[in-house]
T-cell receptor
Framework: ETGVTQSPTHLIKTRGQQVTLRCSSQ?????VSWYQQALGQGPQFIFQ???????GRGNFPPRFSGLQFPNYSSELNVNALELDDSALYLC?????????????FGPGTRLTVL | GQQVMQIPQYQHVQEGEDFTTYCNSS?????IQWYKQRPGGHPVFLIQ?????EVKKQKRLTFQFGEAKKNSSLHITATQTTDVGTYFC????????FGTGTRLKVLA
């Protein structure tokens, strides 16, 4: 196991609602990245947080936002949920160093939007 | 756009046969990382390659980084049913863009 935990494991929401997903990094890691993985697809990079600042963002709208806390845990917030937001949301923690930023994934949160 | 392409998308092999998946980029990569995701699971880090021409082995798995650092391969010798899953490559060069991966099925 990687030591990266996520909560909740499963979540059901309705269209238009808001959701907050949580991630606890592996001990010693200072960077958290969030990914969305639709069924049968590869993980899609949402954004990365390094030392509490956003450090890169993928092609996701502003209703996807995040936070990183001083203890390096992180939240992913999604507003105005849409049916297409149904997916597995993965967080990955790492210790940022030049060219060797290995990521360790948590078990994910399965979000279903009805 | 910048991306990493993987082939094949699917591979069915008989247990005991070898398997290879390839990862190709149009631009030079700073590094390449390989992950394995079991059905219903999450991606698990396998290895990172950084140097041109680098070859690393993990038991039956052999990973190679091309001389030009534009491609990489993962070769599994004598597949077992425990090798079932999807194998992804990714690179920090592309802000961790993952491809669709190669889904491996091993027939007993």
């Amino acid at each position: 196991e990687t030591g990266v935990t996520q909560s909740p494991t499963h979540l059901i929401k309705t269209r238009g609602q808001q959701v907050t997903l949580r991630c606890s990094s592996q001990s010693g890691h200072n960077t958290v990245s969030w990914y969305q993985q639709a069924l049968g697809q590869g993980p899609q990079f949402i954004f990365q947080y390094y030392r509490e600042e956003e450090n890169g963002r993928g092609n996701f709208p502003p209703r996807f936002s995040g936070l990183q806390f001083p203890n390096y845990s992180s939240e992913l917030n999604v507003n105005a949920l849409e049916l297409d937001d149904s997916a597995l949301y993965l967080c990955a923690s790492s210790f940022k160093r030049e060219s060797t930023d290995t990521q360790y994934f948590g078990p994910g949160t399965r979000l279903t939007v009805l | 756009g910048q991306q990493v392409m993987q082939i094949p998308q699917y591979q069915h092999v008989q247990e005991g046969e070898d398997f290879t998946t390839y990862c190709n980029s149009s631009t030079t990569l700073s590094n390449i990382q390989w992950y394995k995701q079991r059905p219903g699971g999450h991606p698990v880090f396998l290895i990172q390659l950084v140097k041109s021409g680098e070859v690393k082995k993990q038991k039956r798995l052999t990973f190679q980084f091309g001389e030009a650092k534009k491609n990489s391969s993962l070769h599994i010798t004598a597949t077992q049913t425990t090798d079932v899953g999807t194998y992804f490559c990714t690179s920090g060069t592309y802000k961790y863009i993952f491809g669709t991966g190669t889904r491996l099925k091993v027939l007993a």
